[in-house]
């Protein structure tokens, strides 16, 4: 959606690797904002993500327009996957919808080989990766590791919004994800239990509110009671006005044979 930073240049960098022909698409989807989210203030630098584009050997930058891509008379969209309809789904009913829809458009307008996905994101990726499935688009999905600040805060377009204070405390996100990936590897297999140490982190700063932590199968996005193998960590909070999202995928150790 533009107001592309360094985790958008990763992602630019490793596809200029893979295609020949590179395509970025820049579009402020209206249809994944609900009525009071941010689309009328969403950062929209578009000479600054032309500039980087332009950097990094993209082939074309593709804009367009709200009115082109839901022209009047515009009717269809996709239904959603189960995998679509926890967390992010439940607390923002509007967004997967408009993402699932924009995502099809945009494939069968550029046509694409392989598109490359942000792993912050966690959820939307794997939304993606179902619709590419079930209506056999024939696109190769790639989904490159989250890009983070020095401190390990996620980068991402909003993370502008956060006041100077706010994002001091915005680090508290990734720490709550750490702690809880740090006692899977310590042996901790009750979700609840990981759950509950994300949550005791989180808590510690008052100015953050938590919309979710969940403890899940990374392939279904099902809550797991008890990790057996690979899980991923989600948490969504607010600070102020902002709301974040991360994720971190852990794998639970081997334990010795004796």
């Known amino acids: 959606m533009g107001a592309l930073h360094d985790g958008h240049r990763a992602l630019i960098r490793a596809a200029r690797l893979r295609c020949d022909a590179l395509v970025v698409s820049i579009f402020v989807n209206p249809a994944q904002f609900g009525p009071q ?18 950097k990094e050997g993209v082939d074309v930058c593709f804009e ?51 598109a490359l996905f942000g792993q912050k ?3 939307q990726s794997a939304l993606v990766r179902q619709l590419v499935k079930d209506l056999n688009l024939g696109v190769e999905m790639v989904v ?33 994800l750490r702690a ?3 006692v899977i590897r310590r042996g901790v297999t009750d979700g609840e239990a990981v759950q509950s140490v994300m949550a005791h982190v989180l808590k510690k700063e008052p100015a953050i509110t938590i919309d979710y932590l969940a403890v899940c199968d990374p392939s279904t996005l099902e809550p797991l009671s ?15 006005s902002v709301r974040l999202i991360d994720n971190l995928l852990v794998t639970l150790p081997r334990r010795s044979s004796k």
């Not at 989210?37 to 600054?48: C, F, N, S, T």
């Not at 390990?152 to 508290?172: F, K, P």
Request: overall charge positive; some cysteine; glycine content about 6%.
């Open 37 to 54: 989210e941010d689309l009328a203030k969403y950062p929209r630098p578009i000479a600054h993500d032309r500039a980087m584009c332009r």
């Open 180 to 182: 809880g990936a740090e």
């Open 64 to 114: 367009p327009t709200a009115e082109a891509m839901y022209p009047k008379g515009f009717q269809t969209v996709v239904t959603l996957p189960t995998i679509a309809r926890r967390w992010e789904g439940e607390i923002r009913p509007h967004h997967f919808s408009g993402v699932a829809t924009v995502v099809t458009k945009l494939f069968g307008i550029v046509r694409p080989q392989v």
């Open 144 to 176: 490159c590791p989250t890009v983070r600040e020095t401190d390990g805060l996620a980068m991402s377009s909003r993370n502008v919004y956060l006041s100077q204070d706010e994002r001091t405390r915005a680090i508290t996100l990734y720490k709550s």
């Open 226 to 240: 008890v990790v057996t193998s690979r899980v991923v960590l989600l948490g969504a909070v607010r600070i102020g």
């Open 121 to 123: 994101d966690f959820q």
